[in-house]
């Protein structure tokens, strides 16, 4: 998301929430996932006390705090800001819907947390997205009937799921498929193993390898990526 669209945003939930008694505003706040604080500090400053929650989130968070907001407290504005920080973001707007349509609760939470840390938590949104994945094979894998050992890590996983699927490269015939769905497998491969290869690195040096926000944001945009390819694929055959 854009600096322009975050400020934006911010811009609009302050405004959103002026209007809120300053006796009420801390609850209110926390109750739409700011940090806490207390009703003397929302009475020095409204709009302080809202600007300074907002400025240590992730765009991400920032985005789902929004959502909140706007339900409870809309505004013009604020839909203005929401449908632009979308259009920011298309591919991640595509994959919340399609996961929280999947599983709301378990998978398209662990998919909002990946997000958020993307930014502000690198290892552990490398481990997010590998759990993300491990989890939506799990749902697939149970609701058609199949089963799992407790110790299967991803790579197994997901040839199970695959296969529940038709997904799985030997399942066709045709060359221009099994090179796509190697090509799922090898990146669903390569996801289950980064966390340990750049985590494993350190005492191999004075600069141990660490993941940067590239590595995360291409971990986390991946896993979501595939974890919709196996929902949609799920869903259509389901139907």
Request: neutral net charge; proline residues 4%; contains cysteine.
């Amino acid at each position: 998301m854009q600096k322009s669209v975050t400020a934006t945003l911010r811009t609009a939930i302050v405004n959103a929430l002026y209007p809120v008694s300053a006796n009420l505003l801390a609850d209110v706040c926390e109750a739409m996932g700011l940090e806490p604080g207390t009703r003397s500090e929302a009475f020095s400053s409204k709009q302080q006390y809202v600007n300074r929650r907002l400025m240590k989130l992730s765009p991400e968070t920032l985005l789902d705090v929004a959502r909140k907001v706007h339900e409870e407290y809309p505004t013009v504005e604020m839909e203005q800001a929401l449908q632009r920080a979308v259009q920011s973001q298309p591919a991640d707007g595509a994959i919340s819907s399609s996961l929280a349509s999947f599983d709301e609760s378990g998978v398209h939470t662990m998919w909002q947390r990946a997000l958020g840390r993307r930014e502000s938590d690198p290892e552990g949104a490398l481990t997010l997205a590998r759990t993300l994945l491990e989890e939506v094979c799990k749902h697939i894998i149970e609701a058609a009937g199949k089963s799992y050992g407790d110790k299967d890590e991803l790579p197994r996983l997901y040839r199970t799921a695959a296969e529940c699927l038709n997904m799985a490269p030997d399942q066709h015939t045709e060359d221009i498929f099994k090179r796509i769905l190697g090509g799922c497998q090898t990146v669903v491969k390569g996801l289950g193993s980064i966390r340990n290869k750049l985590s494993d690195a350190h005492g191999k040096g004075r600069q141990p390898a660490r993941p940067s926000t590239r590595h995360a944001a291409l971990a986390v945009n991946l896993a979501g990526a595939m974890a919709t390819f196996l929902v949609e694929t799920w869903n259509e055959r389901r139907a």
